[in-house]
T-cell receptor, first 116, second 112 residues
Framework: DAGVIQSPRHEVTEMGQEVTLRCKPI?????LFWYRQTMMRGLELLIY????????DSGMPEDRFSAKMPNASFSTLKIQPSEPRDSAVYFC??????????????FGPGTRLTVL | AQKVTQAQTEISVVEKEDVTLDCVYE???????LFWYKQPPSGELVFLIR??????QNEISGRYSWNFQKSTSSFNFTITASQVVDSAVYFC?????????FGPGTRLSVLP
């Protein structure tokens, strides 16, 4: 299995621009998670999906952030407009359906976002 | 509220020393899962171990061992005979079904 795939790996953009981060979960995994990692705040859960449906988006910082999962093999995290404080590493993770059985999350390599 | 504490922000040891990374969690749930992840300098997050709340057996995997004690709400991680390649940030995490909470991480530096 290829694991969780994220693109791009690095993104540099200017303040005010729209940024779209992409994730392909591991095939057969029913849960998908988006995290943000910064030095100041550590790893923060932004949103997670179960069977393509957003379950908890309480971690999404503000309306500038939105996430979608149009099908089981693809998700996007969009920031519009981007701001310098959004600079961080964004991780996508996925896991299987059944809690307690192989319920660890598998992480993608991350997207390092720099907003100038 | 569920919470994971890793009191050690940074630890430095010399190669071949043993080192223990502490993890303490808070919960009122009876069913939950605990994890350790490693984040090496390259940045990826690597799963190390999962433990459920009903299994207090300690586990050993090569130079790694984990000590889970429900009585003290701790899930500590020991590296025996540390190596330079063990240098990384180690995260303890907690899954209680509703959410997945990471601790702040402990940065381990193993010096040659």
């Amino acid at each position: 299995d290829a694991g969780v795939i994220q693109s791009p790996r690095h993104e540099v953009t200017e303040m005010g621009q729209e940024v779209t981060l992409r994730c392909k979960p591991i095939s057969g995994h029913d849960y998908l998670f988006w995290y943000r990692q910064t030095m100041m705040r550590g790893l923060e859960l932004l949103i997670y999906f179960n069977n393509n449906v957003p379950i908890d988006d309480s971690g999404m910082p503000e309306d500038r952030f939105s996430a979608k999962m149009p099908n089981a093999s693809f998700s996007t995290l969009k920031i519009q407009p981007s701001e310098p404080r959004d600079s961080a590493v964004y991780f996508c993770a996925s896991r299987t359906k059944t809690p307690g059985i192989d319920n660890e999350q598998f992480f993608g390599p991350g997207t390092r976002l720099t907003v100038l | 509220a569920q919470k994971v504490t890793q009191a050690q922000t940074e630890i430095s040891v010399v190669e071949k020393e043993d080192v223990t990374l502490d993890c303490v969690y808070e919960t009122r749930d009876t069913t939950y899962y605990l994890f350790w992840y490693k984040q090496p300098p390259s940045g990826e997050l690597v799963f190390l171990i999962r433990r459920n709340s009903f299994d207090e057996q300690n586990e050993i995997s090569g130079r790694y061992s984990w000590n889970f004690q429900k009585s003290t709400s701790s899930f500590n991680f020991t590296i025996t005979a540390s190596q330079v390649v063990d240098s990384a940030v180690y995260f303890c995490a907690f899954d209680y079904g509703q959410n997945f909470v990471f601790g702040p991480g402990t940065r381990l530096s193993v010096l040659p």
